[in-house]
């Protein structure tokens, strides 16, 4: 079955451990947990997939706060960037390259998860996708042993997406990670104000509000899990929002990147 390799290495994300370390390190010092409960009870994390130094203190929040948990496996679902899919690809390679070392891939859990739904195809030049590779160095940092499934998907019905997300949220031993950037290449106050639909819409578990401007590139990942919420009675929790802007200082094409956590009502 081979491995999936790392296709984005050293732009996305730093090619060595070092430098990777070095990343989660000053992201961590950046921040204090006000709210960093053990009986956090998260479900599903929903985090940005740009290079570290735009969206990457966004998308570790997600993963600390949700590392209190311990689960057996991480599915991470991601639109393809790269190649245009009908349906979704799930990778079925036995392990997940990553600098910080190997993830092993839950095979059989993906071959079940492929025989059950007729939207899964195994497509190899869909695993080159930075949307969901970007989340394995966080995934190896923080669950070190745990074990991965990788789900690209292309033109598909959030409905039919969702049907899946059900049946994952139905096994406490799974954390989903959506991978989506909000609002692309807008002026500043342009992006913010479209982004803010997005947030609304995920707070609210509106599926009726995303369809009023809101630009997420992985939205249909997005609408699956809040239609799932719904039905799971779980809720959002906004940790962070910010934009290419924070960093770059140019107001006049911007992206969006946001972080949430769906947890357990306390």
């Keep these: 079955m081979g491995q999936r390799e790392m296709a984005v290495a050293g732009s996305f994300y730093p090619k060595s451990k070092e430098e990777i370390d070095k990343f989660i390190e000053y992201f961590n010092q950046s921040f204090s947990l006000k709210n960093a409960s053990d009986n956090l009870k998260v479900r599903a994390i929903i985090v940005p997939h740009a290079g570290y130094i735009y969206s990457g203190f966004t998308a570790n929040l997600a993963y600390n706060l949700s590392s209190k948990n311990r689960y057996k496996r991480v599915v991470v679902i991601g639109p393809s960037h790269k190649i245009y899919i009908e349906g979704a690809s799930i990778a079925l390679y036995e392990s997940f390259k990553t600098p910080l070392g190997d993830l092993k891939i839950d095979l059989e859990y993906s071959l079940k998860l492929k025989e059950a739904y007729s939207f899964l195809t195994f497509i190899p030049e869909a695993h080159k996708e930075h949307s ?129 956590l769906l947890k357990e009502k306390v």
């Design 132 to 260: 969901t590779e970007t989340q394995a160095p966080f995934i190896k940092n923080y669950f070190e042993d745990i074990k991965i499934v990788e789900l690209v998907y292309g033109k598909l019905d959030f409905n039919e997406l969702s049907k899946l997300v059900d049946e994952l949220l139905e096994n406490k031993d799974n954390l989903i990670v959506i991978s989506t950037d909000l609002s692309h290449f807008y002026k500043l106050e342009e992006a913010k104000r479209l982004d803010n639909i997005c947030l609304n819409a995920i707070l609210k578990r509106d599926l009726e509000l995303f369809d009023k401007g809101c630009e997420a590139c992985g939205k249909v990942g997005v609408k699956a899990l809040v239609k799932s919420s719904i039905k799971k009675d779980l809720e959002f929790e906004l940790l962070h929002y910010c934009t290419s802007y924070d960093r770059t200082k140019d107001d006049t094409s911007v992206v969006g990147y946001s972080s949430f």
